[in-house]
């Protein structure tokens, strides 16, 4: 198998990112492993898509360091293929890193990804369920029981009026963003600095205010889910806990963090078998959902990240799991003699 890890940049990858742990699996189990960057596809004027590849040496590494050290060195050849050479194509950018400075870049992997996935590349997550899920608006899909009260504007009074129904407090962040940038807790509609932070997030594009749910101060729980499912191997969960920074109310490795272990209980489980079917409609393969007590604060679709830190705490490796996971659906899809659409095989 051959597969490719669309990323923003190969100069951004590190270690420890969730894309590294996944490269690492798949030399170790025999594969092939490339890199796609926005700007390395070429639609032909035949009609043939080819990308410009950044290929790791064919050798199994032994620590993600290794293998990182080899992405940035000259150990890593360039070539240009045809899409088809490809088997699976992950696509693990984060279009909110490229929405500001590389506005074209941010819907290369969705653009891209379908006309692949209509070459026959596997295509996971599949590009339209990316599409749909660009944004934390994706969230307002999902059952009401299962997310906190959110209000979505660019209105401050309308977020003040809000904010005035939620006793403990809002959370205010960017409706699109990541990795816990300009994400503030307001305690009232008269906060002192209400003023400040609209301007600081609104300048982002809208807005999405949550009930702030005090069990949040403990941190949240990311949950990976594959295929629908918590994933799961040798009876444990990919699961941790993200404690906050003292004095922080996010709990992102970005923001500073703590990842440390967290029994799965029936309560995530719950919340995860709620918004499994929508998951599976949309083609979702791989996703992290971010859950306090019984609600769902994020779902992330894109680049979900702290699967290193759990293989680390758990002593298992997921990341081989998520492979052999891959290498099936090329089983079935074969089986299948062309019958399967790219968004469902992703979740089969």
Request: glycine letters at 8%; one cysteine or more.
């Amino acid at each position: 198998m051959r597969i490719a890890f669309f990323v923003n940049a190969i100069k951004d990858e590190y270690p420890h990112f969730t894309t590294t742990v996944f490269a690492l699996a798949a030399l170790s189990r025999g594969h092939e492993v490339c890199y796609i960057t926005p700007g390395d596809f070429v639609l032909r004027a035949d009609d043939t898509l080819h990308a410009n590849v950044l290929n790791l040496p064919t050798k199994s590494f032994q620590k993600v360091e290794t293998l990182h050290k080899a992405l940035q060195s000259d150990e890593s050849r360039r070539e240009t293929i045809d899409i088809t050479e490809i088997d699976v194509l992950m696509l693990r950018n984060d279009p909110s890193q490229d929405a500001e400075t590389h506005p074209w870049a941010a819907q290369a992997g969705p653009m891209f990804g379908r006309l692949a996935a209509d070459r026959g590349v596997l295509v996971v997550n599949d590009p339209d369920g990316l599409a749909l899920a660009q944004n934390k608006l994706y969230l307002q899909g999902f059952p009401e029981v299962a997310r906190p009260a959110s209000l979505i504007s660019k209105n401050l009074e309308e977020i003040r009026d809000f904010i005035d129904t939620q006793p403990k407090g809002v959370i205010i962040k960017p409706l699109q963003g990541s990795g816990g940038k300009n994400v503030f807790k307001i305690d009232g509609p008269d906060d002192a600095n209400i003023n400040q932070i609209f301007e600081a997030v609104s300048e982002e594009g809208y807005m999405i205010a949550q009930g702030f749910m005090p069990k949040a101060k403990d941190g949240d729980v990311r949950v990976f889910v594959m295929n629908g499912t918590p994933l799961e191997r040798d009876g444990k969960y990919a699961a941790l806990r993200r404690v906050p920074a003292k004095g922080d109310v996010r709990s992102n490795m970005h923001a500073k963090g703590t990842a440390v272990k967290v029994e799965m209980t029936d309560e995530i489980l719950a919340v995860a078998e709620l918004v499994r079917p929508k998951l599976i409609h949309d083609g979702l393969f791989m996703v992290g959902l971010d859950i306090v007590g019984d609600k769902i604060l994020e779902i992330n679709v894109f680049t979900p990240g702290g699967l290193w830190s759990i293989c680390d705490l758990e002593g298992v490796d997921f990341a081989e799991t998520v492979i052999k996971s891959l290498e099936k659906k090329l089983e079935m899809r074969e089986g299948s003699q062309g019958n399967l659409s790219n968004r469902e095989l992703a979740v089969l």
